[in-house]
């Protein structure tokens, strides 16, 4: 079955840690994308990849990192330097890089500060 | 500056009859509209499109209406079914400039479907 995995489906963070979640995708899509959705709230995009070895900002990227190492997987770290961190985490992909095709989406990380 | 704006928290509707979720946009240059449909501690699922070139978009029992002159779209959904509960978000992008595949997502609206 083709689909979006992200995990782990939760997360716990101590204060000054780093941690990453996973987001993988076997639909061959080369468009992927990280959003944050906080309770009663839209998502608001994190960052975004096109294509391969390449990844943009979004809206609110301060105090996480990317990667764009293979196609398939688009990995989102949550560094010490982002203080608000506890949040619902999706990831999405896209066959299409001009925005008209729809995002398809994981079933999301839950993190929370211990 | 919320640029994609769902005004209605909560709609709730009797089974059978029709569901009408609204959505507002100030960006005059987002040229395709989504919606999308999430269950808690799960991810959206997208619903239906529709691109700026049209005004109406039907699948099935979802029929996206796009008003562009007033910046307006809306998901009808008929018969509502107690299963359409759920949170629905709409979501806008340009297709091409340097926001490709962005989406700008509305605050949701929460419909409770009763039996």
């Known amino acids: 079955d083709g689909g979006i995995t992200q995990s782990p489906k939760y997360l716990f963070r101590k204060e000054g840690q780093n941690v990453t979640l996973s987001c993988e995708q076997n639909l061959n899509h080369d468009a992927m994308y990280w959003y944050r959705q906080d309770p009663g709230q839209g998502l608001r995009l994190i960052y975004y990849s096109q294509i391969v070895n390449d990844f943009q900002k979004g809206d609110i990227a301060e105090g996480y990192s990317v990667s764009r190492e293979k196609k398939e997987s688009f990995p989102l770290t949550v560094t010490s330097a982002q203080k608000n961190p506890t949040a619902f985490y999706l990831c999405?992909?896209?066959?299409?890089?001009?925005?008209?095709?729809?995002?398809?989406f994981g079933d999301g990380t839950r993190l929370s500060i211990l | 500056d919320q640029q994609v704006k769902q005004n209605s928290p909560s709609l709730s509707v009797q089974e059978g009859r029709i569901s009408i979720l609204n959505c507002d946009y100030t960006?005059?240059?987002?040229?395709?509209f989504l919606w999308y449909k999430k269950y808690p501690a799960e991810g959206p699922t997208f619903l239906i499109s529709?691109?700026?070139?049209?005004d109406k978009n039907e699948d099935g029992r979802f029929t996206v209406f796009l008003n562009k002159s007033a910046k307006h779209l809306s998901l009808h959904i008929v018969p509502s079914q107690p299963g359409d509960s759920a949170v629905y978000f709409c979501a806008a992008s340009t297709a091409g400039g340097t926001s490709y595949g962005k989406l700008t997502f509305g605050q949701g609206t929460i419909l409770t479907v009763h039996p």
């Open positions: 960006n005059s240059m987002f040229d395709y």
């Open positions: 999405a992909s896209s066959t299409s890089r001009r925005g008209n095709q729809p995002q398809h």
């Open positions: 529709i691109s700026s070139i049209k």
